[in-house]
């Protein structure tokens, strides 16, 4: 016999279920034919044949071609009884059978009789369904998607294809690592296309393209939206403690980090006051790091079939596992949750399970998904995800000093196509104390709008001043002032329970300079 096969993963697990006689395997797959190749390496080293069936082709033989006369389900059950050959029978899509009476039977009878043969059923599919009666006949395994090593070998093989030289990125071990690590969650055909689509595209293995290629597998789940990393992190003003610990935890994600012996990122909790740049920082973390950015609707996730709702929670994180690395974003963690407990406005058991199962599931992932919770309102949120172990950090966003201020301003200018240093920025910034980001974006806006009705209306030189931008200010009434109450009660469960996202804030450099006339 020739030199067998070397097996890992589950191909071994496989080998050593048909070695230990198990007569009826279901293999839950999409990836038909990377299994059906492992399935001829572990025919070959026990020296049997591999034998397909599906429904539109009958039995397909390894070496002797085909049977198409035999395409009913119940005749190849049949074919299989009464065959003498040492094989693996493998059946691909046979789930859409195991609702006839008669073939659950059949395959029960089988499985008694497959026991003393060198014969092994192989139930191909992409999806589980196992009906109650043969349950325990059948021993089921979740064929895993390609890991680091193959996507490695993947590059490997498609260069030796292609007949290129070897590319910038495969010139730079950690270059290649973040390719490798783009590629992880894709199935070995998704994989080699997107490879395949990027040399053409770059001439390269570019991470842009294979995000890209991500974004499709999570349109499928409905659940998840993919975020588009149009958001770069110099758009961010201020928060100079929290970006720095964004930049240093993206270098924990590589095997070297894990081989130092640095756990994985959990994810990070980020309160504080609308409109001071929590979510724009959850959208910047996705284009720093090269991962997609997937948001989680909370609203989705509930739904009107008993049950559902619990099964999309589970649907959204096997998603967000499987294009891991990635990002997952809860924006406004506190209305999507606010129902655990009992009340009058919602179905707090359905809640409770759904956030339950979301808990549980931060608590022990192993999966390197990264959690950004974003929320407004800590009172709204249930005590079980302040717990320990749940986010690897609490941020409390306040509204921006005057040093923020200065920063956002000039972002928000020269996103106009204004020069900032065209501006009295000093003096807006002293007369915009307590305005958050989105209010100084506003301003920005309000003060351009009034510009170009003076320009349309005769005054051709008009153009964004300083004197347009403070009028503009005056009229905005900041949430300073319309949540004064609640931003105190903020600040003070911040101070022992939360790390600043932003350097030491002196209270007076956030207050209001005006104050609200009654």
Known sequence: MADKFELFGNDRDIEDLVKAHYPLLYIVSSEEKRVEEALKKIARNRDRKLITWCITEGFTFTDTGSMQDIKDPVRCLEYIMNSEDRALFTLRDFHAFLNDPYIIRRLRDLGKYLKETQKTVLILSPTLKVPVEVEKEVAVMDYDLPVREQIDALIDELLADTQMEPTKT???????????????????????????????????????????????????????????????????????????????????????????????????????????GKSLTARAVGALWHMPLLRLDVGKVFAGLVGSSEENIRKAIKTAESVAPSILWLDELEKGFSGVKSSGQSDAGTTARVFGTFVTWLQEKTQPVFVIATANDVSM?????????????????????????????????????????QFDINKIVESTAGFSGSEIEQIIISALYDAWDKKTDGDVSMDLTTEGILKSAEEIIPLAFTMKETIDTMRDWAKTRARRASSVVDVKDVTPVRRLEL
């Open 170 to 276: 495969t010139r730079d071990p950690e270059l290649r690592e973040r390719v490798v690590e783009a590629a992880l969650g894709l199935t070995w055909e998704e994989a080699s296309n997107v490879f395949r689509k990027a040399l053409v595209k770059t001439r390269d293995f570019d991470l842009d393209v294979i995000i890209q290629e991500k974004k499709h597998i999570i349109r499928k789940s409905g659940i998840l939206e993919f975020e588009e990393a149009n958001r770069k992190f110099s758009d961010v003003g201020g928060l100079d403690t929290l970006k720095a610990w964004l930049r240093m935890r993206q270098k924990a994600f590589s095997s070297k980090a894990h081989d130092f012996g640095l756990p994985l990122p959990r994810g990070i909790l980020l309160i504080g006051i609308p409109g001071c």
């Open 381 to 421: 949120l249930p005590p079980e995800l302040m717990r320990k172990g749940r986010f690897d950090e609490i941020f409390f966003v306040d509204l921006p000093t005057a040093e923020e201020r200065k920063q956002i301003f000039e972002i928000h200018l020269s996103k106009k196509r204004r020069d900032p240093a």
